[in-house]
Nanobody, 115 residues
Framework: QVQLVESGGGLVQPGGSLRLSCAAS????????MGWYRQAPGAQRELVAT???????NYADSVKGRFTISRDNAKNTVYLQMNSLKPDDTAVYYC?????????WGQGTQVTVSS
């Protein structure tokens, strides 16, 4: 059973920064894709950023130039560096890992951007 352990969420002022981490455990092989999704109250869960094991990245237009995804394949860990945070970034952020054709989700971590 693959489990994802997340950390790094919290409260930050507009313009500030946070770094999220997510480590996958319980899998022999490196996940094909690891990434981050977010869900604001009353909204659908949406893609934030993903990275394949070959380091191909995909970003939502709303975060391009502000967020950076990185990955340590040896540790099966993915990071999300979030800079220039805006109140609209407030959401629960979920880590995702694709192992074969099966996707796994973390429990979610709250990010709140407010002054």
């Amino acid at each position: 059973q693959v489990q994802l352990v997340e950390s790094g969420g919290g409260l930050v002022q507009p313009g500030g920064s946070l770094r999220l981490s997510c480590a996958a455990s319980g899998s022999i092989f490196s996940p094909y894709v690891m990434g981050w999704y977010r869900q604001a109250p009353g909204a659908q869960r949406e893609l934030v950023a993903t990275m394949t094991s070959g380091r191909i990245t995909n970003y939502a237009d709303s975060v391009k130039g502000r967020f950076t995804i990185s990955r340590d394949n040896a540790k099966n860990t993915v990071y999300l560096q979030m800079n220039s945070l805006k109140p609209d970034d407030t959401a629960v952020y979920y880590c995702n890992a694709l192992v074969g054709r099966i996707g796994f989700w973390g429990q979610g971590t709250q990010v709140t951007v407010s002054s």
